[in-house]
């Protein structure tokens, strides 16, 4: 337990000491116990990390030390920091998170900058099927103010929590709407590009045990035994979906490209190609409808 009069720097000393204790630590590449400590005191503290590193003799007040420590009590239990302190930077976004939805994740950037890559028209119609917060929706809506963007979701706390993002994001104008995949939409309805992340993890993967995702809804990351129920389903319905020339851009596991850009082709889609992430990773497909 922290004492009182206890400095910003001793704050973090003793956050980073007890996460890595209890295993919330060193992934290989970050020491995430101690990114998380500065993320979880910044929110406890209501400041910028820049704060931190300016004011480590700061003596931060009773309520505030409290806050933290109960933070760092559910780091401990193995919540989701983006839970614990109720939003996510994702692109140039801050969105709000709950339970009801996946949490955005770097990764997920490869497909926002792959489709701004795209020769689209300016007026663009976009959907995003499987919206959770909003992020991929709105970081395009974002970049490209003269798109027509529509974001789909089942949940209904999702889609709610979508409409705020986007009114807290400067971004009313994106449409967020109830619908399990395309059951909401017109037949009539055409889009010159439909992206999606969606679940895509077989229902008996072990890393569904481990880490955030525990603690993650279920229905938005798995997907029959092999991962791609949802994903078959998505490619067979987006051709009704799509104007001639658009584009589906697909976010799946590291070992699926391979086995969706098959689907894709046997859907005749052309121009299928698998894109990589940072860590070298099979992350996206896509294809053209021709």
């Not at 994740?105 to 909003?134: F, K, W, Y």
Request: aromatic share 8%; net charge negative.
């Amino acid at each position: 337990m922290l004492e009182a009069g206890v400095t910003i720097e001793k704050a973090l000393a003793w956050a980073r000491t007890i996460l890595t204790e209890n295993q919330i630590s060193d992934d290989g590449v970050h020491d995430s116990a101690a990114i998380d400590s500065k993320v979880l005191l910044c929110a406890a503290l209501g400041c910028e990390q820049v704060y931190l590193h300016t004011w480590p003799d700061k003596v931060p007040n009773k309520t505030q030390i409290q806050t933290f420590q109960q933070m760092i009590e559910k780091r401990i239990l193995g919540y989701p920091v983006a839970y614990i302190i109720g939003f996510k930077d994702f692109w140039s976004l801050r969105l709000a998170v709950s339970e009801a939805t996946l949490i955005p994740r770097p990764e997920t950037e490869l497909l926002v900058e792959l489709a701004l890559n795209l020769a689209l028209p300016n007026t663009s119609q976009v959907l995003d099927l499987g919206t959770g917060t909003g992020a991929i929706a709105l970081a395009l809506a974002s970049e490209q103010s003269k798109w027509s963007v529509t974001g789909l979701d089942k949940s209904h706390d999702a889609v709610n929590l979508a409409k705020k993002n986007g009114k807290d994001n400067g971004l009313p104008e994106v449409e967020f709407i109830q619908s399990n995949w395309f059951s909401s939409l017109s037949s009539e309805k055409k889009f010159e590009l439909i992206v999606t992340n969606p679940p895509y993890i077989e229902t008996d993967d072990y890393h569904l045990k481990m880490g955030d995702v525990r603690f993650e809804p279920a229905s938005a990351l798995t997907s029959g035994e092999d991962g791609l129920d949802d994903i078959r389903f998505i490619i067979h319905e987006s051709v009704n979906f799509l104007v001639k020339g658009g584009w589906l851009l697909i976010e799946h596991g590291n070992r699926q490209g391979d086995r969706i850009a098959d689907l894709l082709v046997s859907k005749g889609f052309s121009n299928v190609k698998i894109e990589y992430d940072l860590n070298e990773h099979a992350r996206v497909t896509m294809g053209q409808f021709i």
